[in-house]
């Protein structure tokens, strides 16, 4: 995957995504000019997607700009050559360093390999991905979504995408993930840009796992 490089489906998945939904296209017209892009590099991807568990994006993104600064690039052997004081000085908790820390160990070991990633479906690729410590479901869809930008990614469990169907859908109501689920099947196969540009609803800034 080229860094920051646009997926080649984009302009398809908007124009069919407007036809079928409403709140997209309005969604769409108000960001006509931004779109998904890769960071081409799965460590990073999962690198960030570990650091923005459970926080704010701002606090993840200040989190990541002094991570970055430490290591100078983040990486398998950069991580592990810093320790762990140093990425705790980045902001990271006790047990994210250990995540983040195991994570670069599986790579740097050969235990996790994005180059066969490519020929797998997306929930091998999770399953995969699942079984290194501190990467749940959500971070492997990041994955997916920010790093090998697959189409059809719904992180049902992410709160943004929670938040945002529940305001341009629901009058401002807490939604289920089946409320979701169900509502996403008018998005097939393009569920990934669809929660982008919900994702834009609410932060018009994108974020870049």
Request: net charge positive.
């Given at each position: 995957?080229?860094?920051?490089?646009?997926p080649e489906?984009?302009?398809?998945?908007?124009?069919?995504?407007?036809?079928?939904?409403?709140?997209?296209?309005?969604?769409?017209?108000?960001?006509?000019?931004?779109?998904?892009?890769?960071?081409?590099?799965?460590?990073?991807?999962?690198?960030?997607?570990?650091?923005?568990?459970?926080?704010?994006?701002?606090?993840?993104?200040?989190?990541?700009?002094?991570?970055?600064?430490?290591?100078?690039?983040?990486?398998?052997?950069?991580?592990?050559?810093?320790?762990?004081?140093?990425?705790?000085?980045?902001?990271?908790?006790?047990?994210?360093?250990?995540?983040?820390?195991d994570l670069a160990?599986?790579?740097?070991?050969?235990?996790?390999?994005?180059?066969?990633?490519?020929?797998?479906?997306?929930?091998?690729?999770?399953?995969?991905?699942?079984?290194?410590?501190?990467?749940?479901?959500?971070?492997?869809?990041?994955?997916?979504?920010?790093?090998?930008?697959?189409?059809?990614?719904?992180?049902?469990?992410?709160?943004?995408?929670?938040?945002?169907?529940?305001?341009?859908?629901?009058?401002?109501?807490?939604?289920?993930?089946?409320?979701?689920?169900?509502?996403?099947?008018?998005?097939?196969?393009?569920?990934?840009?669809?929660?982008?540009?919900?994702?834009?609803?609410?932060?018009?800034?994108?974020?870049?796992?």
């Amino acid at each position: 995957m080229v860094p920051h490089s646009v997926p080649e489906y984009w302009s398809r998945a908007k124009r069919s995504l407007a036809r079928r939904d409403p709140v997209l296209a309005g969604i769409m017209r108000a960001h006509p000019s931004i779109a998904l892009r890769s960071r081409g590099d799965a460590f990073a991807t999962l690198a960030r997607s570990v650091v923005g568990q459970q926080i704010s994006v701002k606090a993840a993104d200040s989190v990541w700009r002094r991570l970055s600064e430490t290591v100078v690039a983040v990486q398998p052997a950069t991580v592990l050559q810093a320790g762990a004081a140093k990425l705790r000085a980045c902001g990271l908790s006790q047990r994210k360093v250990e995540y983040l820390t195991d994570l670069a160990g599986n790579f740097a070991n050969g235990a996790v390999d994005p180059a066969g990633w490519t020929v797998l479906d997306d929930e091998t690729v999770i399953g995969q991905l699942t079984r290194v410590r501190g990467v749940g479901r959500w971070t492997a869809e990041m994955v997916l979504i920010f790093g090998l930008l697959r189409p059809n990614v719904l992180p049902l469990d992410d709160l943004g995408l929670q938040r945002a169907v529940g305001l341009q859908y629901f009058a401002g109501r807490r939604v289920s993930a089946r409320t979701i689920r169900r509502l996403a099947l008018n998005w097939e196969p393009w569920r990934s840009v669809a929660t982008w540009y919900l994702w834009r609803s609410l932060d018009p800034v994108p974020v870049e796992y």
